[in-house]
């Protein structure tokens, strides 16, 4: 009996392989199970953060982009109410389909003691617009907001307003917070919305053959950019104050910018492991979508370049034949590590109508995915829910070979779109999805990657 299971092992892993016995893993090796999803909770709209607060409680904290945020509890039960429902501060969401709400959540690193947690969300605009005769269409508001020690309810009348940003379309809201391991707080802001930067609220920028768009701009908005603010020490007048080393505080260039050229950094994260590095996932407008790896004062190319490739807003579905490599200030146009093309793009070959940036995976619960930077597609296409997951290993300069995660349960793709990625205290990833693409109806799901 020993030989033989030997001898079954050796078939299993040389030149042969059996139809029984050889247990494959997800990348067709052996002995490893393979990966899945495990349905937590449901019944949300359209859930885009799930946080942990460092308190021991292993309490999960969900927030819906309708503008409520849920507790679960470690036994995975939902609160009856709330734990904060900004539904009221919210411009108008639009059910079908829509960029704008409750779009980022952050607790602070101090949270167990201090009670303070963070906020971004699309509030009503502002009187004046981008031109005269165009209103603003939303007011982005990073707010802070205090929970008195063990509250199921927050007090709405905590909130503290950080930031007030004038956003001139509905799209292309940006909208992730999160502390570094520096402890300031990391903001990401798109650059404006609608396509191929052509609309009312895009300024005039060093690169003319596209004819202006925010990202290339660091002097006139915060608009395409990833902030850095310091919220424990105030200062210039801002409930905020501003790093001492953020790149533009000695020079020409607005001092809450860390990093610019970015069209939708809709989701990024912190490594919690290696060397601390941010990954944001930047959703392109027809081509090629991206993943960054985002470091002090980059310029990560847009609207000059779309990934790795030459953009035109002209006729965005054609390459330009060449583009500068670098900006006006000679800063090099810093390339993604990981491209992947839109099933838009007339070259065929595309997989994702637009990137959901993820996770470098630090839990325990799927060794096989150690190190790997999980992350996702919103759908295959926008005639279906067909989102589907990826993985890439990290590695240094140029793209990254990435494959698809092939999932027990969801061997193609898992059916829903895919709204964003979490993590738990114990650097666990989970995935929230919806069957609506827009915020309505009871859809939403939250799944935690296991095996």
Known sequence: MQLQKHLLAYLCLGFFVLSVGCKKDDHGGTGAKQPDLKLVAENFVSPLVVAAPADGSNRLFVADQIG??????????????????????????????????????AFHPNFTSNGRFFVF?????????????????????????????GAAQVDLSTEKVLLEIDHP????????????????????????????????????????????????DVQQN???????????????????????????????????????????????????GGDHRLFAGDAGQS???????????????????????????ADDLKEPGSCPSVDSAGNPLIDPVIELVNTANPKGGGITIAVIGGYVYR?????????????????????????????ATPQGPGLWPFTALSLKTFPDNIGQWIKGFGEDAGG????????????????????????
């Not at 999160?178 to 191929?196: T, V």
């Not at 992350?375 to 989102?387: I, Q, R, T, W, Y």
């Open 169 to 216: 379309q509905s799209n292309h809201n940006g909208g992730t917070l999160a502390f570094g391991p520096d402890g300031y707080l990391y903001i990401s802001i798109g650059d404006g919305g609608n396509k191929d930067d052509v609309a009312p609220g895009h300024v005039d920028d060093w690169y003319k053959v596209n004819g202006g768009g925010n990202g290339q």
């Open 363 to 391: 839990g325990t619960a799927v060794g096989s995915l150690a190190g790997k930077y999980i992350f996702g597609s919103l759908s295959g296409d926008g005639s279906a829910p067909a989102g589907k997951l990826y993985q």
């Open 428 to 451: 666990e990833v989970y995935v929230m999805t919806s069957s609506n693409l827009g915020p309505s109806g009871a859809t939403g799901k939250l799944y935690k990657l296991t095996q």
């Open 68 to 105: 409520k945020i849920w507790i679960l509890d470690k036994d995975g039960n939902q609160s009856a109410t709330p734990f904060l429902d900004i539904s009221s501060k919210l411009v108008t969401l639009n059910a079908g389909y829509d960029e704008r709400g409750l779009m980022g959540f």
């Open 121 to 149: 969300y699309s509030a009503p605009p502002r009187a004046g617009g981008p031109q005269p005769g165009t209103p603003w269409n939303n007011t982005i508001h990073v707010s802070e907001f205090k929970a008195a020690a």
């Open 222 to 272: 915060l608009l395409g950019n990833i902030l850095r603010v310091d919220i424990d020490q105030p200062g210039g007048g801002h409930d905020y104050g501003i790093p001492a080393d953020n790149p533009f505080v000695s020079g020409p260039g607005l001092d809450e910018i860390y990093a610019y050229g970015f069209r939708n950094p809709f989701r990024f994260s912190f490594d919690r």
């Open 287 to 313: 081509l090629y979508e991206e993943v960054d790896v985002v470091t002090k004062g980059g310029n990560y190319g847009w609207n000059v370049k779309e990934g790795t490739h030459c953009f035109s807003t």
